[in-house]
């Protein structure tokens, strides 16, 4: 029968069947079975080799997915970093500057994000160094945008006080600017009318009779009246150490204790007091000392545009 064996016995001349022993079977059995397994482990070898396994293909997708991500998350980290460095100069060199605020450091701005365990968690993966670097430049942008989240905060609570101490420093011209200028901050030989040497603390200007004079900046009237040399004479307190004086007016429209604003008219021109003539004695004062009038308001401005811009302060009063 097929699958059995049989061999011719000399000794008698018959065919006998060949009898194999049980262990000789389980040596055939396993033999068979190692070989079995030797092949199909290398096939699966030289399959996997050649074209993957179904589950390393599915894991080669989720890493190429996730450098994909990772590569986008790069460049949003860059955009990030550079928008956040814009902020950072306009911060350094502009609004600080202008509200004479001092900068911050760069060690504050850029201090440390932590240890050197808090990103132990990103360690051992294939692409570790990418997820920590990407960590760590996260944990930095972070930082420096909450230095610069209460530099903006102090820098808009610095600036409604810049705002108010503008409108309170006497930085127009109290007349219309197309008037001539007589003398200035200087020390006087001959006093036109006393005839003798002193000291000139103001800006004169040749304002015919009657010319309006308007306050150069807010501010409190401290005094409005009589004064001696200056005759009818109005001073402002700007407020921040600044005063202004206005003498030899003619006619004061104000009085003292009121609040003005600048551009609203206060007097008349005159030639009240020591004067050789109509003309407005123009006076600043910074913490008691004397400063050139001049540097403080545009001497070029046609007489239009000067009175458009006490239109347009004076609409601005109006409506605050």
């Known amino acids: 029968m097929l699958g059995r064996r049989y061999f011719l016995d000399p000794t008698d001349l018959q065919f006998k069947r060949v009898r194999v022993h049980w262990k000789d079977k389980l040596v055939r059995v396993s033999l068979f079975f190692a070989i079995s397994v030797g092949f ?19 894991l080669n997708q989720q890493i190429e997915s996730l450098r994909l991500r990772y590569s986008l998350l790069g460049r949003t980290i860059d955009r990030s970093d550079k928008m956040l460095a814009g902020l950072e100069s306009s911060d350094g060199n502009i609004y600080r500057p202008i509200l004479d605020m001092d900068s911050i450091p760069a060690s504050i701005r850029r201090m440390g994000t932590g240890g050197v365990k808090k990103y132990e968690e990103y360690e051992g993966f294939h692409n570790s160094f ?47 600017v197309i008037y001539r200028l007589g003398d200035g901050v200087k020390f006087r030989e001959v006093h036109p009318v006393l005839g003798t040497p002193q000291w000139h603390h103001g800006q004169d200007i040749c304002a015919p009779y009657g010319t309006e004079v308007y ?14 040399g200056f005759g009818n004479c109005i001073v402002i307190d700007h407020g921040y150490g600044y005063q202004s004086t ?41 913490f008691g000392k004397f400063k050139n009038p001049l540097y403080y308001f545009n001497n070029d401005l046609t007489e239009a545009e000067y009175f458009e811009m006490i239109k347009a302060l004076t609409a601005q009063a109006k409506y605050r």
């Open 130 to 176: 990418m997820m920590i670097s990407f960590a760590r430049k996260v944990d930095e942008i972070r930082n420096r945008t909450n230095v610069q989240e209460e530099s903006f905060r102090a820098i808009l609570e610095r600036k409604d006080e810049w705002i108010r101490e503008m409108e309170h420093l006497p930085m127009i011209s109290p007349v219309n």
């Open 40 to 58: 199909t482990i290398l096939y699966s070898s030289l399959f996997n080799s050649m074209f993957g396994s179904p589950k390393e293909k599915v």
């Open 215 to 228: 306050a150069t900046g807010s501010g409190r009237v401290i005094r409005a009246g009589w004064d001696g």
């Open 246 to 286: 206005y003498g030899h007016l003619s006619h004061i429209k104000i009085s003292e204790g009121m609040d003005v604003k600048r551009g609203d008219l206060i007097g008349l021109t005159g030639s009240s007091g020591t004067s050789s003539g109509p003309h407005l004695h123009y006076q600043i004062d910074l």
